[in-house]
């Protein structure tokens, strides 16, 4: 199942917390009118090549899937930010 809510949170060096919660359905969805034709002429360049469209595409959506659970923590001197794909 492909990740639906990304949590960020930015912490400065002052205290100051920024938190967002973000729905990536709202993403995916924006994302669409340029997925759709960038899917065909990636199928169509793959065709050209000589290999399978349906691995390739059978992989993108494996790695799309494999984002779930990403975590991302970056600890700097002067912010923390912490990332997580749900």
Same mark, same amino acid.
């Given at each position: 199942m492909i990740p639906f809510l990304l949590v960020l949170r930015i912490r400065t060096d002052r205290g100051r917390t920024i938190r967002l919660w973000v729905p990536l359905i709202l993403v995916w969805v924006l994302l669409l009118p340029i997925a +759709? $034709?960038?899917v065909? %002429?990636?199928?169509?360049l793959v065709v050209a090549r000589g290999t399978r $469209?349906?691995?390739i595409l059978a992989? /993108?959506?494996?790695?799309?899937? /494999?984002l779930? /659970?990403? %975590? +991302?923590? %970056?600890?700097? $001197?002067?912010?923390t930010v912490y990332l997580k794909i749900i």
């Open positions: +759709i $034709p960038a065909i %002429v990636m199928c169509l $469209p349906l691995r992989t /993108g959506w494996r790695l799309l899937r /494999g779930r /659970g990403l %975590v +991302i923590d %970056v600890d700097a $001197p002067d912010s």
